[in-house]
Structure formats: structure tokens, C-alpha cells
């Protein structure tokens, strides 16, 4: 079965622990990307990446890391987070081709204390 | 820079009604898709329907269409039949090429509540 998937799907942890959400796409696809959803303000990206090594920042990249050694893998790091980080996480991935549709994720629920 | 507007943060319905759903969005490129995603609530994001700009017909899934007007960036949604299961959040995106290549720029949502 094609499809998206983040673990883990739910995590609490307290200011400046450092953490990792996965993702893994089984699509061959060259883009992914991470976007987070904050009420009122829909999905805002994070960070992309076009292929293997190539990463670049999105619209809201402060306080994230990402990386791409794998073509199916695209870990979200969080290396010191703070409160404001607190928010649902979505991994995406589509085919190369701007009028190819991207795939979601099921989303990571996170909240910092 | 480029924006969605989803200006009804809520909706409501009864079931087999027909509701709209309201979209306008601003960018400066000629060629973008526009989305329309439903987010139940088991936080999923799942596409509904999609257009293509250069199309100037309307899309269709079964029940669920679009209304694109180009020229005032318009892009609804209209679902026809409404059922218990369309409860969700509703998300107007589009993407483009250039720059931006690959991202979608989302609305807000809008909540729509299906009531038997």
C-alpha cells in the first residue's frame, strides 16, 4: 500500500529535549516536506526537500532541522524545543512535477511543556 | 506574497442539503493547482478535488465541485447530497512552479458540521 507514515503520532515532552519525528514515504517520491497546523492558520511549511541532500527552508524553518541521506526517509529534528513548537506535524511527498498531488502523512501531535 | 482566504471559519448543514464552501487566493503566477482537502476528525489529510488553472472547466468528484473563477481568484467548493461522513475541516491550497515549486499554500479552513 502506498502511503505516508510519522511516528511517533503523539508525543509530550518538556522544553530543550531534543527529538526526532520520522517520516518514510514507500512511493519512490523526490520531493517531501513538513508542515505544521496551528489553529486559524492552516498548514504552514516548514522545510523541503527536492531529492537526496537537497533541503531548503519553507515559511516557518526557525527552531527545525531536517535532513534527506534516503531518498524515502526525511526526519523532522527538534533540537531544543520550546512551547511554541507545540503543534500537529504533517509529512508530505509527492512525485517530481508541479502538477503532481502530494501525499500526507497522519500527522504528529506534539506538545512541549 | 502568496495567500489563501477561507472567510467562513464555520458551516453547517442538514444532511442532503447542499453547501458552499468559499475560497479566494492571490499569487502572480500563470500556472498553479488549486486543492480543496478534507480533514476529518482522526486529523488526516485527505484530497478532495483538485484544478488546474489552465482548465476553465469545472472539476467534479461525485458530489463534490468546484467553482473556479480565474479571473476574481475565486476557487468554492460545493457539495451536493451532504452526508454525516463530510463533517471535517475543509482546506482551500494551491501550488505553483518558480520559486515556490512544490509548496502548498493553505487557507485557514473552514469547519463544516453535517446535521442529520
Known amino acids: 500500500e502506498a502511503q505516508v507514515t510519522q511516528n511517533p503520532r503523539y508525543l509530550i515532552t518538556v522544553t530543550g529535549k531534543k527529538l526526532t519525528v520520522t517520516c518514510s514515504q514507500n512511493?519512490?517520491?523526490?520531493?517531501m516536506s513538513w508542515y505544521r497546523q496551528d489553529p486559524g492558520l492552516g498548514l504552514r511549511q516548514i522545510y523541503y526537500?527536492?531529492?537526496?541532500?537537497?533541503?531548503d527552508k519553507g515559511d516557518v524553518p526557525e527552531g527545525y532541522k531536517v535532513s534527506r541521506k534516503e531518498k524515502r526517509n526525511f526526519p523532522l529534528i527538534l533540537e531544543s524545543p520550546s512551547p511554541n513548537q507545540t503543534s500537529l506535524y504533517f509529512c508530505?511527498?509527492?512525485?517530481?512535477?508541479?502538477?503532481?498531488?502530494?501525499?500526507f502523512g497522519p500527522g504528529t501531535r506534539l506538545l512541549v511543556l | 506574497a502568496q495567500t489563501v482566504t477561507q472567510s467562513q471559519p464555520e458551516m453547517s448543514v442538514q444532511e442532503a442539503e447542499t453547501v458552499t464552501l468559499s475560497c479566494t487566493y492571490d499569487?502572480?503566477?500563470?500556472?498553479?493547482?488549486l486543492f480543496w482537502y478534507k480533514q476529518p476528525p482522526s486529523r488526516q489529510m485527505i484530497l478532495v478535488i483538485r484544478?488546474?488553472?489552465?482548465?476553465?472547466q469545472n472539476a467534479t468528484e461525485n458530489r463534490f465541485s468546484v467553482n473556479f473563477q480565474k479571473a476574481a481568484k475565486s476557487f468554492s467548493l460545493k457539495i451536493s447530497d451532504s452526508q454525516l461522513g463530510d463533517t471535517a475541516m475543509y482546506f482551500c491550497?494551491?501550488?505553483?512552479?518558480?520559486?515556490?515549486?512544490?509548496?502548498?499554500?493553505f487557507g485557514q479552513g473552514t469547519i463544516l458540521t453535517v446535521h442529520p
Open positions: 508530505a511527498s509527492k512525485e517530481r512535477g508541479t502538477q503532481e498531488t502530494q501525499y
Open positions: 512511493m519512490n517520491h523526490e520531493y
Open positions: 526537500s527536492m531529492n537526496v541532500e537537497v533541503t
Open positions: 499569487t502572480s503566477e500563470s500556472n498553479y493547482y
Open positions: 484544478q488546474e488553472a489552465y482548465k476553465q
Open positions: 491550497a494551491f501550488t505553483t512552479g518558480g520559486t515556490s515549486y512544490g509548496k502548498l499554500t
